[in-house]
């Protein structure tokens, strides 16, 4: 009998892409909105998100496994559209992996002294071979490194959590009372922080089915979710508000979040926890999106599964960031933001127009998977992705409200 891959195994990698880059940059994002606000906001995110991942792979339904968005979106939406899918698809996943090669740069050469550039260069070929390897190595890799974020987390949250303060969870300690506005400018990156639909192909590919792939969706993004209110809590019951300043002014950077948390935390042991947790989540996402965008770019450019067409593959999905990153090393922050608002695209808009498409062809009858809701759940993935991008626009033209510190 043939092996089934587990679902926990697909969960973690779900889990895994999501985790890094939200978990480090919600916090700082969070800041103008603080507790109650930042939580709304990334819960809404997180449905909206496994919604429009399963109107992404219903999309797929009928088509060969190891297809991705390129095929598809050609197919159903013609050759200008694909064309800008693709940019916006490959703009992302590049970004992301530039802003942990970056930020991972900066924690090892923190931890060991060794240099940020050299540091980002070792990360970079030790852990983008396990995805030239294989989906299996990714998926055995990633539920060790959601273990390690588990207890790494777990023993820094409990130092943390074990200290939380009320009066700095609820922001008794200052003046502000107005902290929905704020919300706004952070669904860029609480977006980001449920991008895995890069991976939604590999999914598929990988169960060989659409229902075993969308449970795993659903598991990663829970999972997601629950890392995420439980560190939010306890990194706003910890540090006050006005603390965020600094770290805001640093563009984000997970150094600078981590040693604001420093600052506060009397254990040693506590603080080396979060930054074993803050590499494990970075490494988890490297290795998720690096995945997703290495089996994209093989179906768009159609390199073959041998190891030198995967290792073509390896080279379009990991030089150009690792390149950009010895050159122009910028604000963590600064990248997710972009990233997020460019995702809505290829996110909120191109799997629901995908899922229309499908269904207007083969009707309510069509065989397969086939994600929740009708005409009114595609208005509003889509009506939530355009809201998204237009804050973020919006934001950097400063027209809406940014906290500061």
């Known amino acids: 009998m043939e092996h089934k891959p587990s679902l926990v195994g697909g969960a973690c990698i779900i889990a895994g892409v999501c985790v890094g880059a939200g978990m480090l940059g919600l916090p700082s994002a969070g800041a103008g909105a603080w507790s109650l606000w930042s939580m709304l906001a990334v819960a809404l995110t997180m449905v909206v998100m496994t919604v429009s991942g399963w109107m992404l792979l219903e999309s797929y339904r009928g088509y060969p496994l190891r297809v991705s968005f390129d095929t598809v979106t050609r197919d159903l939406l013609g050759e200008k559209v694909n064309a800008l899918n693709n940019l916006s698809v490959y703009f992302v996943g590049g970004i992301l992996l530039y802003a942990y090669i970056t930020s991972a740069g900066l924690i090892i050469d ?16 030790a852990f983008s071979l396990l995805v030239w390897h294989s989906t299996r190595a990714v998926d055995r890799i990633s539920v060790l490194l959601v273990i390690l974020m588990g207890l790494s987390f777990a023993f ?25 506005p704020y919300a706004l400018v952070m669904l860029p990156v609480a977006l980001t922080s449920f991008g895995y639909h890069h991976s939604v192909s590999s999914m598929r590919a990988y169960y060989g089915e659409e229902k075993r792939a969308s449970r795993a969706i659903l598991g990663g993004t829970l999972i997601a979710l629950a890392f995420y209110l439980v560190w939010l809590v306890s990194v706003f019951g910890n540090l006050p508000r006005s603390e965020f ?161």
Request: charged residues 10%.
């Open 156 to 180: 820094g949250i409990s130092g943390l959590s074990m200290n939380v303060r009320l009066d700095l969870l609820l922001d008794r300690v200052g003046s502000e009372t107005h902290y929905a």
């Open 110 to 125: 923190g931890m060991t002294g060794m240099g940020s550039q050299l540091s980002s260069i070792l990360f970079t070929l």
């Open 245 to 405: 300043g600094p770290v805001i002014a640093e563009g984000g950077n997970v150094d600078a979040l981590l040693k604001a948390l420093g600052s506060v935390i009397e254990s040693r042991a506590v603080a080396s926890a979060l930054n074993a947790f803050s590499m494990a989540a970075i490494l988890s996402s490297f290795i998720g999106v690096g995945l997703g965008v290495f089996d994209y770019l093989a179906d768009l450019f159609k390199f073959d599964n041998s190891r030198g067409g995967r290792a073509k593959s390896w080279a379009v999905t990991f030089v150009p960031p690792l390149v950009l990153s010895l050159l122009f090393p910028f604000g963590f922050l600064v990248a997710i933001g972009y990233a997020g608002a460019v995702a809505t695209l290829w996110t909120c808009i191109i799997p629901p127009l995908l899922a229309w498409k499908v269904r207007a062809a083969q009707g309510d009858e069509g065989e397969g998977f086939r994600a929740p809701g009708g005409v009114l759940m595609i208005a509003l993935v889509i009506g939530f992705g355009v809201l998204t991008a237009a804050f973020h626009l919006l934001n950097m033209v400063e027209l809406l409200p940014a906290y500061k510190g």
